[in-house]
């Protein structure tokens, strides 16, 4: 049983689209909030992640939304181009748990020029 | 990822075979980790150690075992391969910071 539920498995959007990925989980102990970007032969690597004290965090144009009270949290690529179609990760962690992260099950994102 | 490397990077093997996967870094981290990718389930953790002395079970360490040679070692044995291991193992390195570091992976193939 995965406690960070991750939706959708894939998607597929224009260049310059917007695509949205959406994370939900149960434990209120999670207190941090990576996103993992991996491309196809590679090992995951750490985008942008978010902690509950802020709703928004953005980093180029990767955007982290958290709802603290709906215990979800979704990544955003604004004018998404070709080179970030990848799998995306989300995760959750806390410091009770060694900060051991629990994975979502991943989307596959294409991004057509 | 060069920081962290894995070797083999691709196996094929037999059921009922000894299988090592190991895992070097040179990060200079204490924290190192061993995941296994499947499509459709994310990672799951196996095996994790905070220190060379320091060895904890994932959430699927049945199957598994680990060995901690070194603070810049960590290997994954598989002591009897089963078709249902057959998966995309990745070794990953932390600090005291919440950001882990993986290695480019191993596919292994059960046959």
């Known amino acids: 049983q995965q406690q960070v539920k991750q939706s959708p498995q894939s998607l597929i959007v224009q260049k310059g689209g917007i695509p949205i990925i959406n994370c939900a989980y149960e434990?209120?102990?999670?207190?941090?909030f990576p996103w993992y970007q991996q491309f196809p032969g590679k090992g995951p690597a750490l985008l942008i992640a978010?902690?509950?004290?802020?709703s928004e965090k953005k980093e180029g144009r990767f955007t982290i939304s958290f709802n603290k009270s709906a215990k979800q949290f979704s990544l955003h690529i604004m004018d998404s181009q070709p080179g970030d179609s990848a799998t995306y990760f989300c995760?959750?962690?806390?410091?009770?748990?060694?900060?051991?992260?629990?994975f979502g099950a991943g989307t596959t994102v294409t991004v057509r020029a | 990822d060069a920081d962290v490397t894995q070797t083999p990077r691709n196996r094929i093997t037999k059921t009922g075979k000894r299988i090592m996967l190991e895992c070097s870094q040179t990060?200079?981290?204490?924290?190192m980790y061993w995941y296994r990718q499947d499509p459709g389930l994310g990672l799951r953790l196996i095996y994790y150690?905070?220190?060379?002395?320091?060895?904890n079970k994932g959430e699927i360490s049945d199957g598994y075992s680990v060995s901690r040679q070194a603070q810049a070692k960590f290997s994954l044995s598989l002591e009897s391969a089963i078709p249902n291991q057959t998966a995309l193992y990745f070794c990953?390195?932390?600090?005291?910071?919440?950001?882990?570091?993986f290695g480019p992976g191993t596919r292994l193939t059960v046959l």
């Open positions: 434990n209120t102990a999670f207190d941090y």
């Open positions: 995760a959750a962690s806390s410091e009770g748990s060694d900060y051991k992260l629990s």
């Open positions: 150690s905070f220190d060379v002395k320091d060895i």
């Open positions: 990060k200079g981290h204490d924290r």
């Open positions: 978010i902690r509950p004290d802020v």
């Open positions: 990953a390195t932390s600090g005291r910071t919440d950001t882990q570091y």
